[in-house]
């Protein structure tokens, strides 16, 4: 049966849906275990673990943007509000006066430390605990396959976003690399 008005027949709508109930549930778990925890939103939680990952603790903020998904704009104000809580600073690039890195303090180190356990509590109950290992490794599987900006199997590659683009350092496109 296809959805009037759509392509998508009601198990692949179905489908659909489902991935975003469970993202939005695990999303609103997770959240809401930080803030009851830590005082820490999970979008906070997000940069400083990039940042903990990071060498240096520092990250270009172009960098970080792409790192936690959000726009150049939406990062600019989660980090002013960081800064203020003493978990990051801004410093200058050495290299380039209009670059920016964004670098993890001894607090928000400390804060990350604290909220970790948190964190991967909620992961463990909200996902790991309800998957065996065969699910384990086919949700690893279907979610490599989508997080991947590859076009499908005898697919259009504009539909996975076309062409490879390089970006200049404040992140706009370039000229498209050529395939490979």
């Known amino acids: 049966m296809t959805i009037p008005g759509g392509s998508l027949s ?8 489902a991935m975003l109930r469970a993202q939005a549930r695990i999303s609103r778990r997770l959240q809401a275990d930080l803030l009851a925890e830590h005082d820490l939103a999970l979008a906070s939680y997000d940069v400083l673990t990039r940042l903990g990952e990071s ?3 520092r990250l270009r903020m172009n960098d970080l943007a ?3 998904l959000l726009s150049r704009s939406g990062l600019t104000r989660l980090v002013d509000r960081m800064q203020r809580e003493g978990l990051v600073e801004r410093e200058s690039c050495a290299s380039d006066a209009r670059g920016l890195y964004a670098v993890l303090t001894p607090r928000g180190r400390a804060k990350l430390d604290e909220a970790g356990p948190t964190y991967r509590r909620g992961v463990q109950d909200s996902v790991l605990s ?3 290992e065969d699910d384990l490794r086919t949700l690893a599987h279907v979610m490599g396959k989508l997080a991947d900006d590859q076009p ?3 697919g259009d590659p504009s539909a996975a976003g076309g062409r490879a683009v390089t970006t200049a350092w404040d ?3 370039c000229a498209p690399r050529p395939a490979p």
């Not at 009601?10 to 849906?17: C, D, K, N, P, Q």
């Open 10 to 17: 009601a198990e692949e709508l179905a489908v659909w849906r």
């Open 130 to 132: 309800r998957l065996d």
């Open 66 to 68: 792409d790192r936690v």
């Open 55 to 57: 060498a240096g603790g």
């Open 152 to 154: 499908p199997p005898g």
């Open 171 to 173: 992140g706009t496109p």
